[in-house]
């Protein structure tokens, strides 16, 4: 999985975090493809969560910004964020089912609409509104709201049931 960040995604994931969680500091944050894979590109979303929130940074494979590897680990936790990564992932679908019992107030995701093929290993998807709304709602996510951005999609949501 892994992602390699660019400053854009830096600036939607604080305008979630000033937006969403600014009376939550202390909160548990799982971040879901945090592996640094491009050690050049030094920035991470734990430089927007630590120390102020519980950051986690989780991946499939070990490495820079990454605290556990693999799901089978994982527990609740209060915001679950995911950035630069679902267009690497083979049915996110049934991963954003996943990722749904593992999140007790918000999941963002921000995938690009627009970009060149990048395999790390995949390359699976590009993402818009409609998509997001629609993985959202197969994964049982209430949408809270859906950014489009000139590269990226922002997909807020909580559970369905709340």
Not at 60 to 88: C, F, R
Not at 137 to 147: D, F, L, N, S
């Amino acid at each position: 999985m892994g992602s390699a960040m660019h400053q854009r995604s830096i600036e939607l994931m604080t305008d979630f975090r000033d937006k969403y969680l600014a009376d939550m500091e202390g909160c548990s944050v799982l971040d879901v493809g945090s592996r640094l894979v491009n050690l050049d590109h030094q920035m991470t979303y734990r430089m927007l969560f630590d120390p102020a929130y519980k950051y986690v940074g989780m991946d499939i494979k070990p490495g820079v910004n990454v605290d556990v590897v693999g799901y089978d680990a994982l527990e609740q936790y209060d915001v679950v964020i995911s950035g630069q990564t679902m267009e690497h992932v083979q049915r996110p679908w049934e991963w954003l089912r996943r990722l749904a019992n593992h999140f007790r107030h918000y999941i963002c995701i921000i995938a690009p609409h627009t970009f060149k093929l990048h395999r790390n290993p995949l390359d699976t998807y590009r993402y818009f509104p409609d998509g997001m709304r629609d993985l959202f709602e197969c994964a049982g996510i209430r949408e809270v709201e859906i950014i489009l951005d000139e590269t990226d999609t922002v997909g807020i949501g909580v559970h369905k049931w709340d």
